[in-house]
């Protein structure tokens, strides 16, 4: 799932994504396994008219 999203998801957001799938898990120990592994979402701005 981070993968498939381009890795933007944060702990937060992947968590949120994981309980709407059925999996029992917390944002913390989402953002644990994501340290353990070495994910690092990629911050996307977004593009501003100026």
């Known amino acids: ?3 498939a999203s381009g ?3 944060g702990s937060r957001r992947l968590a ?3 309980q709407a799938d059925g999996t029992v ?3 913390y120990r ?3 396994l994501m340290r353990e ?3 690092r979402p990629v911050w996307r701005r977004r593009f501003v008219t100026t």
């Open 1 to 3: 799932m981070f993968a």
């Open 7 to 9: 890795r933007t998801y």
């Open 16 to 18: 949120k994504a994981l």
């Open 25 to 27: 898990v917390g944002r």
């Open 30 to 32: 989402v953002r644990t």
């Open 37 to 39: 592994r070495g994910l």
